[in-house]
C-alpha cells in the first residue's frame, strides 16, 4: 500500500476522480433535458471530459487552474439554459432526430444542429482542466515516490465510487440540483486547503449553480433515461407527455366509454384498434412491447384481450401511465407489468401469443455515452423481428406502430419485416397523430392477401451488427465528417495551448495515446454487447461500467503485486480481441442465464484483463505518470471520435480495429524513447 506520506495525494485523487466521473454523468444527463439535440449525442460530454481531462493533466507542474472549475462550470450552466430556448434544427443531417420543440413554440430557430454540439464540447472541455491538474499533479506525487500504480488505483477507485453514486441517485429518481449538490460538495474538499475568500467564492459558485438549475427545472419527475413533464392541450381529453421538452407520448381516452374531445381524439381512437380487425375473434393472448403510458394496453382491454403482458423500458413513463391515464388500464387484473426492454423479455420469455404489438417506442436518447445505438435500436433489427416471430401462437400476427418521418425508413421497417417473415407486410398508412403507418405480419394476414405482392425495396437491413434504422445508409455523412473534423480540430488546439512543448517530436507518448483510443473503442464494443445480451436498461449499462472499472482496478493491483510477462499478456489481447470480433455475441444467448453470466464475464473480461495488464506495465515505467495519463486520455478522445466508423462497418468491426491499435501501441512500445521510461521501483 501507498506509503503514509502519500495517504493526502490518495485522497485527492479519489475526490477528484469521484467528481470528474460524477460531473460527467451530470451533465450528459442534464444536458440532454436542457439541449435537447445532446440527448443524440451524449458523447460530447464523454469526449470533452476526456479531453479536459487529458489538458489538465499536461498542464500539471504549473500554477493552479482550480478557480477556472466553479467559473467555467456556471458558464457552461447558464449557455445550457440559454440554449433551451432556441430551436436547432437542420434538414441536412443524415440520422433522422426527433426534434420536437414542444415546450417553446415560439422559440427562434437556428437551422444548425452544429453550434450547440460545438459550444458544448467547447464549455465542457474547460470545466473538466483543472480537475484533470489535480490528478495530473498527485500522480507526478505517486511517480517520484516510485508508486505510480498505486495513484492510478486510487484515480480509479474515484472513479468507481462516482459512477456506483450517480447510478443510486438516477434509481432514487432525484433531480439535476441534487446531483450538482454532490458535486458542489465532493469539490468543497479541493478548497479546503486554500484561503477563506476561495473557500467563500467557491461556496457563492457552487450556490448559484445549484440555485439556477433548480429555479429552471421544467421537469415534474427524472426518470432513469428522460426530464419528463405533463401538460393538459384545448381540445383533447388525455394527457401529454413531454420527455426532454419533446412531445413523447399522449395518454388519450380510449375506454368504451370515453367520449372523444374533439378531432384529435377521434383520429387517435378510430386507428389504435386496426390490428385487432384483422382477427376473426378478439386476439386472447396479447404482448405489448413498448407499453408507455398505456394506450396499447386500453385498446387491448377494450378489445377483449384475456391476458396482456405489457413491457415498458422506463419506470418513469410507467408510473406516469398508472397515474395520467384517463382509463386506468395498468390497474386492470388481466396486466401483467414487465419493467425491462423489449428484446430482454423476448430472450427470457417462453409465452406464445395471439397478438404481438410494436408500440411508438422510438426513443429519443442513447442506450450510453459510450455508443452510438440509441435506446430502441436493438428493437429494430432483423434479429428481434425474428424473434418476436418465435413467440406467435398458431394463427397469430404482429403489428408495429411506427410514425414514419421519410422513405428511409419505411423501406428500413419494411425490409426487416420482409427478411424476418419471408413475406412483404401488410401496410396501412393512417391519419393519426401519434403514428402514420401500422405494419402488419405473421400468420394472421393469409387471408388479406391478394396476388404477388410488391417486391420489398431494397434497403440496408439493420441487425444487431449494424443496428441503425435512422440511418439512411451506410457512407459517412457530411454532417459527421465535418463535425468530427471540427472537434479533432479544438483537441489539437487545446492541446497546443495547454501543452505547446507536448507537440516537440519526442514528447508525443504514442503509446499511451493508443492504449487510450483502442481501449475506449474497446469499452464502447463490450458496453452496447452486453447491453444486448441483458437489456438495454439503464441498469445494465451502469453494472457493466462498473463492473469494468472495478475489473481494470482489480488487474491494476495485482499487477502491481505480481506482474506477468508483457509479452504474454499482449498476446493474450490480440488473441482475446480477434474471438471477441470472430464470435457473434448472439451464441452468448443462452435459455439459462448462469450459463450466459459465465459466458459474458469470459467474452467481457478476458479482453479487459489483459488490455489492464499491458496498460499497467508500461504505465508503471513512464518518468512522468501525469504526462502519460494525459495522452492516454486524449487518445481516448481519438477513440470516442473512431467509433463513428462503426455507423459504416458495424459493432463487432471496433474490436478488429481496437486490435490494430493495440498492435500499433505495441510496435511503439519497442520504440519509446528512454527519457519517458524509468525502471520500476514499486
Request: proline residues 6%; charged residues 15%.
Amino acid at each position: 500500500m501507498p506509503a503514509r506520506p502519500l495517504r493526502a495525494p490518495a485522497l485527492d485523487l479519489i475526490v477528484a476522480s469521484f467528481v470528474v466521473l460524477f460531473q460527467e454523468l451530470a451533465l450528459i444527463r442534464w444536458l440532454a433535458a436542457e439541449v435537447r439535440v445532446l440527448a443524440y449525442f451524449p458523447n460530447i460530454v464523454l469526449m470533452s471530459a476526456f479531453l479536459g481531462l487529458g489538458l489538465g493533466t499536461m498542464h500539471a507542474g504549473r500554477r493552479s487552474l482550480l478557480w477556472l472549475w466553479p467559473a467555467a462550470l456556471a458558464v457552461l450552466v447558464a449557455a445550457a439554459l440559454a440554449m433551451h430556448n432556441v430551436a436547432f434544427t437542420t434538414r441536412s443531417v443524415s440520422e433522422h432526430l426527433w426534434l420536437l420543440y414542444y415546450d417553446i413554440p415560439r422559440a427562434p430557430v437556428v437551422h444548425d444542429v452544429r453550434p450547440p454540439i460545438v459550444i458544448a464540447f467547447i464549455l465542457s472541455t474547460v470545466a473538466f482542466v483543472p480537475l484533470g491538474q489535480i490528478v495530473g499533479d498527485r500522480l507526478r506525487e505517486f511517480g517520484a515516490a516510485g508508486k505510480t500504480l498505486w495513484g492510478y488505483v486510487a484515480d480509479l477507485t474515484g472513479s468507481l465510487v462516482g459512477v456506483i453514486a450517480f447510478s443510486a441517485a438516477s434509481f432514487y429518481g432525484t433531480f439535476p440540483a441534487v446531483w450538482f449538490g454532490v458535486v458542489a460538495a465532493a469539490g468543497a474538499w479541493l478548497f479546503a486547503r486554500r484561503g477563506w475568500k476561495q473557500v467563500a467564492l467557491y461556496a457563492a459558485a457552487a450556490v448559484a449553480i445549484v440555485f439556477a438549475i433548480a429555479h429552471f427545472e421544467p421537469a415534474l419527475l427524472y426518470s432513469p433515461y428522460y426530464a419528463l413533464s405533463t401538460g393538459q392541450t384545448a381540445g383533447q381529453g388525455g394527457t401529454v407527455v413531454v420527455a426532454n421538452g419533446s412531445l413523447h407520448q399522449y395518454a388519450a381516452p380510449l375506454g368504451p366509454n370515453d367520449v372523444p374531445s374533439g378531432d384529435y381524439d377521434r383520429r387517435i381512437r378510430a386507428t389504435y384498434p386496426r390490428p385487432y380487425r384483422a382477427f376473426a375473434r378478439p386476439p386472447q393472448r396479447v404482448l405489448i412491447l413498448g407499453a408507455g403510458t398505456g394506450n396499447d394496453v386500453a385498446t387491448a382491454l377494450a378489445a377483449g384481450a384475456g391476458q396482456i403482458d405489457a413491457v415498458e423500458i422506463d419506470p418513469g413513463i410507467l408510473a406516469l401511465g398508472r397515474r395520467i391515464h384517463p382509463d386506468h388500464p395498468y390497474s386492470s387484473p388481466r396486466v401483467h407489468v414487465y419493467n425491462t426492454d423489449a428484446r430482454a423479455f423476448l430472450r427470457n420469455s417462453k409465452e406464445r401469443y395471439d397478438l404481438i404489438i410494436f408500440g411508438t417506442l422510438d426513443s429519443m436518447t442513447r442506450l450510453s455515452a459510450l455508443s452510438n445505438v440509441r435506446l430502441d435500436n436493438f428493437v429494430y433489427t432483423v434479429d428481434c423481428m425474428r424473434a418476436a416471430r418465435d413467440h406467435l401462437a398458431p394463427g397469430g400476427g404482429m403489428a408495429l406502430y411506427f410514425f414514419v418521418a421519410n422513405q428511409a425508413i419505411f423501406e428500413k421497417l419494411y425490409a426487416i419485416l420482409t427478411e424476418a417473415f419471408g413475406e412483404q407486410p401488410l401496410v396501412r398508412r393512417e391519419d393519426c397523430p401519434l403514428f402514420n403507418v401500422i405494419f402488419l405480419a405473421g400468420p394472421v394476414t393469409a387471408r388479406f392477401r391478394t396476388g404477388e405482392a410488391p417486391p420489398a425495396p431494397a434497403a440496408d437491413i439493420p441487425t444487431d451488427d449494424w443496428p441503425y434504422l435512422y440511418l439512411e445508409s451506410r457512407t459517412p455523412s457530411w454532417f459527421y465528417i465535418s463535425t468530427a473534423a471540427i472537434l479533432l480540430a479544438l483537441a489539437a488546439l487545446g492541446m497546443r495551448i495547454a501543452a505547446p512543448s507536448m507537440f516537440a517530436a519526442k514528447a508525443f507518448d504514442a503509446e499511451m495515446f493508443l492504449f487510450g483510443a483502442a481501449f475506449l473503442l474497446l469499452e464502447t464494443r463490450l458496453v452496447t454487447q452486453m447491453a444486448l445480451l441483458w437489456g438495454t436498461t439503464w441498469i445494465t449499462s451502469a453494472v457493466v461500467f462498473a463492473s469494468i472499472l472495478f475489473t481494470i482496478l482489480v488487474t491494476t493491483i495485482l499487477t502491481q503485486l505480481r506482474a506477468i510477462p508483457f509479452a504474454a499478456a499482449a498476446a493474450a489481447l490480440i488473441v482475446s480481441l480477434v474471438a471477441t470480433a470472430v464470435v457473434p455475441v448472439q451464441w452468448l444467448l443462452y435459455d439459462s442465464a448462469a450459463a450466459r453470466l459465465v459466458a459474458s464475464v469470459v467474452y467481457v473480461g478476458t479482453p479487459i484483463v489483459f488490455s489492464s495488464i499491458c496498460f499497467a506495465i508500461r504505465f508503471r515505467a513512464r518518468a512522468d505518470a501525469g504526462t502519460a495519463f494525459g495522452w492516454n486520455v486524449a487518445g481516448a478522445v481519438c477513440g470516442g471520435l473512431l467509433e463513428l466508423l462503426s455507423l459504416t462497418f458495424g459493432i463487432r468491426a471496433m474490436a478488429l480495429l481496437a486490435a490494430v491499435l493495440y498492435l500499433v501501441a505495441f510496435l511503439a512500445a519497442r520504440r519509446a524513447p528512454a527519457a519517458t521510461l524509468v525502471e520500476s521501483r514499486a
